[in-house]
């Protein structure tokens, strides 16, 4: 049953997508172009048994790849600089000390931090190394890939040893 207000699917509509296709246009581009959600170009595309090539969408996929690392790796060194320089400060051997007293701001200098601040700042050490080692984790995959395509030949494997035994034992198998 057709959406309340949506718009039926014409030959027109066909046409239209068969010839931007044939232009080489993608799904989303032509989805704009009819104006049409991009799931109704797919159903029609499936439809008229027409397909798209995915070298562009792998390439842009592995480029935005590319991008994410490097965003991530800026972030993770920016975080490592913070934590540094938060470390530096409680290292001081002066610290200047801000409190409001009787609605006055007053600044004075103590040889240790109070250890509220000392533990505000040791929190916020321990929250930019801690995300910044997060970051570090998803830039390397540690051998995942490797470990993911391992699976799927051993998934393949023995799905053509079942078909195998399936076919030569025709009804043993479960």
């Given at each position: 049953?057709p959406?309340?207000?949506?718009r039926?699917v ?16 993608s799904?989303?581009a ?5 104006e049409?959600?991009?799931r ?5 595309c ?16 592995q ?17 490592y ?26 600044t004075?200098?103590v040889?240790?931090l ?15 190394t801690?995300?910044?080692?997060k ?6 995959d540690n ?13 393949a ?12 034992g025709?009804?043993?198998?479960p």
């Amino acid at each position: 049953m057709p959406r309340k207000g949506a718009r039926p699917v014409t030959d027109q509509t066909k046409a239209d997508v068969r010839r931007l296709h044939a232009e080489g246009l993608s799904r989303n581009a032509i989805a704009r172009q009819l104006e049409r959600s991009p799931r109704t170009v797919s159903v029609i595309c499936e439809e008229l048994g027409l397909s798209f090539d995915r070298t562009a969408t792998a390439a842009a996929t592995q480029a935005a790849a590319v991008d994410a690392r490097a965003r991530r790796t800026q972030i993770m060194e920016r975080l490592y600089d913070q934590a540094e320089k938060i470390l530096a400060r409680l290292e001081r051997q002066d610290h200047r000390v801000r409190e409001v007293s009787f609605g006055k701001v007053v600044t004075y200098q103590v040889e240790e931090l109070p250890a509220q601040d000392v533990r505000n700042l040791m929190v916020a050490v321990s929250t930019a190394t801690t995300q910044a080692a997060k970051l570090e984790a998803l830039n390397s995959d540690n051998g995942v890939a490797d470990a993911k395509s391992m699976l799927g030949q051993l998934a393949a494997g023995l799905t053509a040893a079942y078909q195998a035994m399936d076919t030569e034992g025709a009804g043993d198998a479960p």
